[in-house]
């Protein structure tokens, strides 16, 4: 309870600073985009899954930054459909997986470790060897 009067409180204050600075006209038209701009990111929500999805597969990200991420992103779409200028300020920077990233990991990134499909089953082997496999019918020594 006590965190959401803090956050009430937040909202009002920045709101009525950026609302009397836009002035009403502004605020309505802001109001209506980032409802549409929220709204457009949760149709669009599956390609922003099958990313995610292809970023598992390639071991950039494990199964736990994988939720943590589309839960941000969904997150962050509600968060623009409702009024007020500090949840879109929060809503749009939940949409930038920079941001998410930081907040999944940490500051523990492993965009180094990706590996694509051909990388992890490509075996090393010298040039100069040739693999042969002899097969006899004969089971005795002569």
Request: proline content about 1%; charged content about 15%; overall charge negative.
């Amino acid at each position: 309870m006590l965190y959401f009067l803090v956050y009430l409180f937040l909202e009002v204050l920045v709101s009525v600073n950026i609302s009397s600075y836009l002035g009403g006209l502004l605020t309505f038209f802001e109001i209506l985009f980032s409802a549409f701009l929220g709204i457009a990111i949760l149709i669009n929500f599956r390609k922003t899954l099958a990313e995610n999805m292809h970023a598992v597969s390639y071991s950039c990200i494990d199964l736990q930054q994988f939720q943590s991420l589309n839960l941000f992103t969904i997150f962050g779409g509600i968060l623009l459909i409702i009024p007020g200028f500090l949840t879109d300020i929060v809503g749009i920077l939940m949409q930038f997986s920079v941001f998410t990233t930081m907040l999944v990991n940490r500051y523990h990134l492993k965009s180094g470790n990706c590996k694509t499909k051909f990388e992890k089953n490509n075996i090393t082997k010298d040039s100069d060897v040739i693999d042969v496999e002899i097969i006899g019918n004969d089971t005795s020594i002569k």
